[in-house]
């Protein structure tokens, strides 16, 4: 049976989705729980118009957030933090405060859930962490994390772009003396 689902259904598909089921588990789990309905014509018709329009939605925001994607793909973070005489970390570093790092670095605001931590970070050196900003854009920052007095020395170490260069537009980097 044909089921258009109504919720995302983990290990079926995603809301708006046609699946194919069994008879027996649309008709007795997955209608009367409102997480599908079943796949007539005109219902078929509404929900590929719907799939249709969130596609070009989701191409539009895409080609929004090229830019920022190209600036964010490997960005790298220093951050600094207690470390412990093993090499861990007194605390963590969560996907939070890596969003706030990117805020206080890029000035654009980025949601901590689209930062695609599977753990906190609990050692030293460096980690490559995936951002999801939409659809297929997936840029990938490094995320260093040093004790303080190393984080103050690679801060020193890397060099400071002025605002025309670091937006990518190109030209020599501006030099305040």
Partial sequence: MKVILLQDVP?????????TVSDGYARNYLIPKGLAEPATPSRLKVAEQRLAAE???????EEAMRS???????LRLVIAARVGESGRLYGSITAQDIAE?????LGEEIDRRKILLDEPIRTI???RVPV???????PVVTVVVASPEEAAAEAQAAPVL???QAAG??????VEE
């Fill in 101 to 105: 790092k990117l805020q206080e670095t």
């Fill in 55 to 61: 596609r070009r939605r989701i191409a539009r925001e």
């Fill in 162 to 164: 002025s605002e025309p």
């Fill in 68 to 74: 920022l994607a190209e600036r964010l793909d490997g």
């Fill in 11 to 19: 290990k079926l598909g995603t809301a708006g989705s046609i699946a």
């Fill in 125 to 127: 050196g460096e980690h």
């Fill in 132 to 138: 999801h900003l939409v659809g297929q854009l997936r």
């Fill in 169 to 174: 537009e190109g030209g020599e980097p501006e």
